[in-house]
């Protein structure tokens, strides 16, 4: 069973702060992870990838990535109201056909309070 | 990122009928994946659209349900056969170039069953 877990939230942080949302995943074998934003009544759109231990930074963006403790994490910094959204996790599973999908958590609502 | 577009982009329909989602990628991918996002959840993979060839569902979807084509590289479509209520979801098309690599997301087909 491929499991993405995150904590759903609300979590609140004020304009200017940093947002750490966190995901553990199950699949030990798994190689690749990203991260995804969606806004409501929008569809998912991709904002980092991963995929070695340690942390990659792509402007306000940082995503953390620890395959031996099975953890990915993403830390926003000067949050900003437009951050409001549902930030998905995700994992690559190898299915039993070959093929490559992903697997998402239920995702963490942020909400930026100005 | 591959650019994707997706229709229609919302129906109601009534109970007993069926609806096809087509999907259009505007360059050549290697896989296609539809997913489906109902109320306040996360995306559950329906199945995974491969050229030429049956497709390849996820556990508690079936082909008489959801019967899905993929004729070239780039078009696919989704069929939701003799809808209920429990069918209304959003449904999205999804596109990937490579093994490991992110999806990229049609906007999405928000269907109504009533």
């Known amino acids: 069973q491929k499991e993405v877990e995150q904590n759903s939230g609300p979590l609140s942080v004020p304009e200017g702060a940093i947002a750490s949302l966190n995901c553990t995943y199950s699949?030990?074998?798994?190689?690749?992870f990203f991260w995804y934003r969606q806004y409501s009544g929008k569809s998912p759109e991709l904002i980092m990838s991963i995929y070695s231990n340690g942390d990659k930074e792509d402007g306000r963006f940082t995503a953390q990535l620890n395959k031996a403790s099975q953890y990915v994490s993403l830390l926003i910094r000067d949050s900003q109201p437009s951050d409001s959204a549902t930030y998905l996790c995700a994992v690559v599973y190898l299915s039993l056909s070959g093929n490559t999908p992903l697997v998402f958590g239920k995702g963490t609502r942020l909400s930026v309070i100005a | 990122s591959a650019v994707i577009s997706q229709k229609p982009s919302r129906d109601i329909c009534q109970r007993g009928t069926s609806l096809t989602i087509q999907c259009q990628v505007d360059?050549?991918?290697?896989?296609m994946f539809w997913y489906r996002q109902q109320p306040g959840q996360s995306l559950t993979l329906i199945a995974t659209?491969?050229?030429?060839?049956?497709?390849?569902?996820e556990s508690g979807f079936v082909i008489d349900k959801f019967p899905i084509s993929r004729p070239n590289l780039t078009f696919s479509t989704l069929t939701v056969s003799n809808m209920s209520p429990e069918d209304s979801s959003i449904y999205l098309c999804?596109?990937?170039?490579?093994?490991?690599?992110?999806?990229?997301f049609g906007n999405g087909t928000r269907l109504t069953v009533t």
């Open positions: 659209a491969n050229q030429g060839s049956e497709a390849t569902y």
């Open positions: 999804s596109a990937q170039r490579g093994n490991d690599s992110p999806l990229h």
């Open positions: 699949d030990r074998v798994s190689q690749s």
């Open positions: 360059s050549q991918v290697t896989m």
